[in-house]
């Protein structure tokens, strides 16, 4: 068996360590970036495959057995691209997902279907803070008349797509009281999160009910029918049962 791991994820990493104890071949694929990422722990790949023809191409030349997809929980269109190849293909596939975040006791949370939604709720005049990611920014085009701060792991090489924002570079993991501290200085009003999921990420929106901040909550896309489980050991005995 030749395993294809895609990445990008805590469970991933976790995964990736577990498998090469194991003895199991396996590649871990990342999609690469601006900034260095820490290699895993089993051969690694960066970069796109070129397209579907081009992972097709890859699973064909690489000998590919089966592919456990532990990407980001809103990487839809690559699972969705995944799936539906290795079905053609006859490949086994897995999907990792771990289970979403649900509001507390004391959250103030409204939950978005698409990011344009925001402006529905955020009132004009308000610091918001963003932590959905660069690359869909520009869908917030909308919250005119508000302050954007974005968060980013590494410098901008280029500026703020909108005129009202500024990126503030961050490397986690934040704590609770480092979140609640940085929402306090920056006069945060606002915080807009993807429904992501995890441990980790969750101090800021513990930080954000202790302060009373409203959160917009942006949904997962949906998902299919596919084969899936939830945590790292699920993924193994996937693997295991192979």
């Known amino acids: 068996m030749t395993l294809l791991l895609l990445a990008g994820t805590l469970e991933a990493r976790q995964i990736a360590k577990a498998l090469a104890a194991k003895g199991v071949s396996a590649v871990a694929s990342l999609s690469g970036g601006a900034r260095e990422v ?70 103030r949370w409204v ?3 698409r990011e344009e939604d925001a402006a529905d709720h955020i009132p004009e005049g308000a610091t918001v803070f ?67 999921g995890g441990e980790a990420p969750r101090s800021k929106l513990i930080a954000a009910r202790e302060l009373g901040l409203p959160v917009a909550v942006l949904a997962r896309p949906p998902s299919s029918d596919g084969s899936r489980v939830e945590t790292v050991a699920e993924a193994l005995d996937w693997v295991d049962r192979l």
């Open 38 to 107: 820490d290699p895993l722990a089993v051969t690694t790949r960066l970069g796109g495959f070129g397209g579907a023809t081009g992972f097709r191409d890859y699973l064909h030349d690489k000998g590919i057995t089966a592919v456990l997809d532990a990407t980001h929980p809103f990487a839809e269109r690559i699972t969705l691209r995944t799936e539906r190849i290795c079905a053609d293909l006859d490949l086994p596939y897995c999907q990792v997902l771990r289970p979403p975040w649900v509001p507390e006791t004391g959250d």
């Open 130 to 196: 963003l932590t959905t990611g660069r690359d869909t920014l520009e869908r917030f085009g909308n919250l005119a008349r508000r302050h954007l701060i974005v968060r980013r792991l590494d410098p901008a090489v280029r500026p703020f797509p909108l005129p009202n924002g500024e990126f503030l570079v961050g490397t986690p993991p934040f704590s609770v009281e480092e979140e609640k501290e940085l929402f306090q200085r920056l006069g945060v009003d606002w915080l807009v999160v993807k429904n992501a």
């Open 111 to 113: 939950t978005l279907n």
